[in-house]
């Protein structure tokens, strides 16, 4: 049964660090290191979570809300994601099913890697 590919979703805050570097940063960093695909960080216009503070961006402050987008065979997500538990400001994390029928990352989803 071939594996079924996914698309993974982290919701963050763009002020959000884990030390000196942003928790947005440290996930790509470590998505490439791990050999997924890609990922595409987008920013939200507006947001608000669990405490039902506003995210927004503001002239003198980066408080956006954004979401992480990862697109990668499931098993590969989920050990991905095992890895990010020492990210204290990490929102929700969420998998869907998602089929692929298309583009350039489509070679790069399906191939073999070790």
């Known amino acids: 049964m071939p ?9 963050t805050d763009e002020g959000a660090y884990l030390g000196d570097r942003k928790v947005l940063e440290v996930i790509a960093s470590r998505a490439r290191d791990a050999g997924l695909a890609g990922i595409t960080v987008l920013d939200a216009r507006l947001g608000f979570g669990r405490s039902a503070h506003i995210h927004r961006r503001h002239v003198f ?17 989920r050990t991905f994601v095992d890895g990010l538990a020492d990210i204290p400001d990490i929102g929700l994390i969420t998998l869907e099913k998602v089929e692929v029928i298309g583009g350039r990352g489509q070679k790069t989803i399906a191939e073999e890697r070790e």
């Open 3 to 11: 594996e079924t590919t996914k698309l993974l979703r982290i919701y």
């Open 61 to 77: 402050e980066s408080d956006r809300a954004v979401v992480i987008e990862i697109v990668e065979k499931e098993q590969r997500l």
